[in-house]
């Protein structure tokens, strides 16, 4: 007898059946672009195969976190290595140390580190530690920035939320949002009026230094320098959320890349290398205020796992042996120079911005894009047809106008050619 075929479609039926919307989290779900979801079965270097056995070129990459592409051959074996020693341990391991240092080496004012197991729980854990530390409650945040789905910070959230239409979450009490002001990306006088009003009860300010859930959105100039100086002050603390950006931009973080110091930074995606991570670190005196040294408390059965920290660190290696992020800016120029060129030749209202490796293709003509308001201009049901005319094209980006797309070190001359070619078609 012979056994069914696996499909996408097959798969997603079954899913809804026993998983709310059929996937584990909400933007995979395809409902901003049309469709039913895709099932990838394999990945390897710029290439993901789907449950149906097409071929896509990735510009997704895991939402960020390959950065090397899939399956480096060098991860694998680092993943198989520690996995064949054992999965956990609930114990200190060696490759927590080893992690520590190489942060520490890449990231000098990241003088003490915890590793955890997710950028929310990273997230999460910094904003106790700010409020401990202080012994404030309040936190500024920016609108369109996401930071993780803790109660207090699905606050006019960006990415899925936006996604969603909606700009927070059912099931999170009013209360839990009472302490969290919201100013508008790059709005530096905002930023100073919260802080002239409340700043002796701002524990901390967290911000995307470059924002990544909206759509790729840059710092204008003079934004995070003020934060600084508006933070250090007040007395409150500087969190920059470097999750997306953290050695995606350079072999380091994006403070040490622009110059500023925040004073705790939490990491993901690229520092697992694939696999579920988490960190956050910065000035000693502060980190020293976590449990056991001191009372602000955060526990992990699974932080500092051993098998995702040989992936993190044979990546971070590698970055920093390989040095690919020149080429990665290059590509990513090559496709912003030729969206633009349609734009003012063609008259189409498309505009493609980017920062090193990481691009958005926003369907609006409306410039500049400077916070979430702007970016809302876009045409989502554009988006929508153009995202599946590249899917046609065996092109797969992020499903959603509000994420950003990656290029890895996987990806050759011929993969930019055809994604343009693909891009010129669609648009």
């Given amino acids: 007898m012979k056994s069914k075929k696996i499909s996408s479609a097959s798969l997603f039926k079954r899913a809804e059946k026993l998983i709310p919307g059929g996937v584990n989290s909400p933007v995979r779900a395809f409902k901003s672009v049309g469709g039913s979801p895709i099932y990838m079965k394999k990945g390897q270097g710029a290439y993901v195969f789907d449950a149906d056995g097409k071929k896509y070129t990735d510009f997704c990459a895991s939402w960020g976190p390959l950065v090397l592409g899939h399956a480096r051959q060098e991860v694998v074996e680092a993943v198989q290595e520690a996995a064949a020693d054992g999965m956990s341990f609930g114990t200190c391991t060696p490759r927590e140390v080893e992690m520590a240092e190489l942060l520490n080496s890449m990231v000098p004012y990241l003088e003490m580190v915890r590793m955890v197991t997710s950028g929310t729980e990273a997230v999460m854990t910094a904003i106790r530690l700010a409020r401990g530390f202080t012994g404030r409650n309040k936190i500024l945040k920016f609108d369109g920035c996401y930071h993780g789905h803790a109660d207090y910070l699905l606050v006019s959230a960006g990415s899925g939320l936006l996604t969603g239409g ?26 100073e009026n919260i802080f002239a009003r409340h700043g002796k009860d701002i524990a901390a300010v967290i911000v995307e230094p470059v924002a990544g859930n909206m759509g790729l959105v840059k710092p204008e100039p003079g934004f995070l320098e003020s934060l600084r100086s508006l933070s250090k002050k007040s007395g409150s603390l ?11 931009l350079g072999p380091t973080t994006y403070g040490k890349l622009c110059g500023i110091t925040p004073d705790l930074t939490t990491l ?3 520092v697992g290398g694939g696999m579920p991570i988490g960190a956050l670190g910065g000035k000693a005196e502060i980190m020293k205020k976590l449990a056991p040294l001191g009372p602000v408390y955060q526990a992990g059965t699974l932080s500092g796992n051993p098998v995702a920290l040989a992936a993190g660190i044979e990546t971070l290696k590698i970055l920093r042996k390989e040095n690919p992020y020149p080429r990665l800016a290059k590509f990513a120029k090559k496709i912003v120079a030729v969206v633009d060129d349609m734009a003012v030749r063609k008259g189409i209202g498309v505009k493609c911005v980017s920062e090193g490796g990481m691009f958005t293709i926003f369907f609006t003509g409306n410039t500049p894009l400077r916070n979430l308001d702007e970016i809302k201009s876009c ?29 890895s070190a996987a990806h050759s001359e011929k993969d930019i050619d055809a994604f343009i070619s693909a891009l010129k078609t669609a648009i």
Avoid: H, W
Avoid at 166 to 174: E, R
Avoid at 379 to 402: C, E, H, V, W
């Fill in 166 to 191: 909606i700009s927070s979450s059912a099931g999170v009490p009013s209360g839990a949002v009472n302490d969290v002001f919201v100013c508008a990306y790059n709005d530096i006088r905002g930023a």
């Fill in 238 to 248: 500087l969190i920059f959320d470097e999750v997306i950006t953290g050695f995606r």
């Fill in 268 to 270: 993901g995606k690229i």
């Fill in 379 to 407: 045409d989502t049901a554009k988006f929508a047809k153009f995202f599946r005319k590249m899917l046609d094209n065996g092109i797969y980006m992020s499903p959603s106008q509000y994420e950003v797309d990656f290029i």
